[in-house]
């Protein structure tokens, strides 16, 4: 039995009374309640206080970057003749090309010719062995030699009968004789004659001459080998000086092109490398074909280039401008810095200060009257010389600082022959097309003017180019 179990029952038995239970302070409970809820609440406080501290943070290194000047690239606006032109690809074809062959069999000596090498017409390039056919001239000499010894004799017996026929020594029919037998030797020797040409001929063609100015290419056939009479292919011949293109473009734009034709407007037509950034060479527009493709719904045109640096190769795929008008005084700008918008179409301006490094951004509404390539014609909304952004605008805002870029400055674009009509603005002469924008495919046509605002793809922009942004101002 337990010892406070013993106690009590003894005290129980001798009449002691027993100690009442101690009661615990509510105070106590109290305190404890509040130190836990004072702690609670600290932490919530300090949470909450972190909060705020890093939104705080936040919201003044958001300031600090709105506030914070933005690196852009700009180009001024030009004002310049800009070209009007439709675009197709087309084919670079030699204005003649000629596959040599031999007119007589035999083996073929030693060429005359460099492989590569720049020919005239008339210009000996092979030679059949000519021997067989000196002999069968000489044969044909021959026989015309025979023939005219025995025309003569039969001119001298005529003669001598038709003195006799005339005395009365012989009959008519004895001179008759002699008479057909000196036409019989007048005729074969008009057919000896014709022998001996039929073997001259047959000598002079031994002798392969180039038919056209061109550029030979690569022999088919060695010296040595025997060839046959208008069978073996011996070496082809381009011209290259002239050289042809052929391209087509769809039959709705055929009326136009064939009315400026028929008024004898020479069109210019302009070839472009295949990434359509550098002027190949400049020719004209000859003619167009005389029905449409029922497949395609295009017709065939040929241009002709004069290709005096061989820019122009046979077979070469080149894209296309054929001009059908010029602008004298057009705005252009880098069709990569049109964007689109709610407020509509627009370009990012750059007030620059004096060194032309620092400015405000501000948005600028603009009117897009027709897209060339990389550029767009501006009708109306910019001066000549105003800055626009064509890198960088993603993050301006209306108001915001920035930076300008010397490096692209002045849109110094991509190498070329000239300044072409994809060359950018601002670009000097000899620059090309190198500036910021999408590229384009080399047969979309680029001659319907656009509307403001809207472009020639579901998206919006002149020519896929313009960009949604919507940020307002």
């Given at each position: 039995?337990?010892?406070?179990?013993?106690?009590?029952?003894?005290?129980?038995e001798i009449g002691?009374p027993?100690?009442?239970p101690t009661?615990k302070?509510?105070?106590?409970?109290?305190i404890?309640?509040?130190?836990?809820?004072?702690l609670?609440g600290?932490v919530?406080?300090?949470?909450y206080n972190n909060?705020?501290?890093a939104a705080?943070?936040?919201?003044r290194?958001?300031?600090a970057?709105l506030?914070?000047?933005?690196p852009?690239?700009?180009?001024?606006?030009?004002?310049?003749p800009m070209p009007i032109?439709?675009?197709?690809l087309?084919?670079?074809?030699?204005n003649m090309?000629?596959?040599?062959k031999a007119r007589?069999?035999?083996?073929?000596?030693?060429v005359?010719f460099?492989?590569?090498q720049?020919?005239?017409?008339?210009q000996?390039?092979?030679?059949v062995d000519?021997?067989?056919f000196r002999?069968?001239?000489?044969?044909?000499n021959g026989?015309?030699?025979?023939d005219q010894a025995?025309l003569k004799?039969a001119?001298a017996?005529?003669?001598?009968y038709?003195a006799?026929?005339n005395?009365g020594v012989?009959?008519k029919e004895?001179?008759?004789t002699?008479?057909?037998a000196?036409?019989?030797?007048e005729?074969a020797?008009s057919?000896?004659?014709?022998?001996v040409?039929?073997?001259q001929?047959?000598l002079?063609w031994?002798s392969?001459?180039?038919?056209?100015?061109?550029?030979?290419?690569l022999r088919l056939?060695?010296?040595?080998?025997?060839?046959?009479?208008?069978?073996?292919?011996?070496?082809v011949?381009?011209q290259?000086?002239?050289?042809?293109v052929?391209?087509?473009?769809?039959?709705?734009?055929?009326?136009n092109?064939?009315?400026?034709?028929r008024?004898?407007h020479?069109?210019a037509?302009d070839a472009y490398?295949?990434?359509?950034t550098?002027?190949?060479a400049?020719?004209y527009?000859?003619?167009?074909?005389?029905?449409?493709?029922t497949?395609?719904?295009?017709?065939k045109?040929k241009a002709?280039?004069?290709?005096t640096?061989?820019?122009?190769?046979?077979n070469?795929?080149?894209?296309?401008h054929l001009?059908?008008?010029?602008r004298p005084?057009a705005?252009?700008?880098?069709?990569a810095?049109v964007?689109n918008?709610?407020?509509g179409t627009?370009?990012w301006?750059?007030?620059?200060?004096e060194?032309?490094e620092?400015?405000t951004?501000?948005?600028?509404?603009i009117?897009v009257?027709?897209?060339q390539?990389?550029?767009s014609i501006?009708?109306?909304?910019?001066d000549?010389?105003q800055?626009?952004?064509?890198?960088g605008a993603?993050?301006?805002?209306a108001g915001?600082?920035?930076?300008?870029?010397q490096?692209r400055q002045g849109?110094?674009?991509?190498r070329?022959?000239g300044?072409?009509p994809n060359?950018a603005?601002?670009?000097?002469?000899g620059?090309?097309?190198g500036?910021?924008?999408?590229?384009r495919?080399p047969q979309?046509?680029?001659n319907?003017?656009?509307?403001a605002?809207?472009?020639?793809?579901?998206n919006g922009?002149p020519?896929?180019?313009h960009?949604?942004n919507k940020?307002?101002q």
């Amino acid at each position: 039995m337990p010892i406070e179990t013993t106690q009590e029952h003894y005290r129980s038995e001798i009449g002691t009374p027993a100690e009442p239970p101690t009661k615990k302070s509510p105070w106590l409970r109290i305190i404890i309640f509040l130190v836990l809820t004072g702690l609670v609440g600290f932490v919530v406080w300090r949470i909450y206080n972190n909060q705020q501290q890093a939104a705080a943070t936040s919201t003044r290194q958001a300031n600090a970057l709105l506030n914070r000047p933005v690196p852009v690239q700009v180009v001024p606006v030009v004002q310049r003749p800009m070209p009007i032109y439709l675009t197709a690809l087309g084919t670079v074809t030699p204005n003649m090309s000629v596959t040599v062959k031999a007119r007589v069999s035999g083996q073929l000596l030693p060429v005359r010719f460099t492989e590569g090498q720049e020919v005239r017409a008339g210009q000996t390039i092979m030679e059949v062995d000519p021997r067989p056919f000196r002999t069968a001239l000489d044969q044909a000499n021959g026989a015309l030699a025979h023939d005219q010894a025995l025309l003569k004799n039969a001119q001298a017996e005529f003669a001598r009968y038709q003195a006799l026929f005339n005395a009365g020594v012989v009959s008519k029919e004895q001179m008759e004789t002699y008479q057909a037998a000196q036409g019989q030797y007048e005729g074969a020797i008009s057919s000896d004659k014709a022998a001996v040409e039929n073997a001259q001929l047959q000598l002079s063609w031994c002798s392969i001459q180039s038919p056209v100015d061109g550029r030979i290419g690569l022999r088919l056939v060695d010296p040595g080998n025997i060839i046959t009479a208008n069978t073996t292919n011996l070496v082809v011949i381009n011209q290259f000086h002239p050289i042809a293109v052929y391209f087509t473009l769809p039959q709705n734009q055929l009326p136009n092109v064939l009315g400026k034709l028929r008024a004898d407007h020479r069109l210019a037509v302009d070839a472009y490398d295949q990434a359509d950034t550098q002027k190949l060479a400049t020719g004209y527009l000859l003619t167009a074909d005389n029905q449409i493709d029922t497949a395609t719904g295009t017709a065939k045109l040929k241009a002709v280039f004069p290709n005096t640096d061989d820019a122009l190769f046979p077979n070469q795929f080149v894209n296309i401008h054929l001009v059908m008008e010029q602008r004298p005084n057009a705005l252009v700008i880098p069709s990569a810095a049109v964007q689109n918008g709610v407020q509509g179409t627009f370009v990012w301006l750059a007030d620059t200060d004096e060194k032309g490094e620092n400015g405000t951004a501000k948005i600028q509404n603009i009117k897009v009257g027709l897209v060339q390539g990389q550029l767009s014609i501006i009708d109306s909304g910019l001066d000549a010389g105003q800055k626009i952004v064509v890198d960088g605008a993603d993050r301006l805002r209306a108001g915001a600082q920035v930076i300008v870029s010397q490096a692209r400055q002045g849109g110094a674009g991509g190498r070329g022959q000239g300044a072409g009509p994809n060359a950018a603005p601002g670009a000097a002469p000899g620059e090309g097309a190198g500036q910021a924008g999408a590229a384009r495919h080399p047969q979309t046509m680029t001659n319907s003017a656009a509307p403001a605002g809207a472009g020639s793809n579901p998206n919006g922009g002149p020519n896929g180019h313009h960009r949604n942004n919507k940020e307002q101002q």
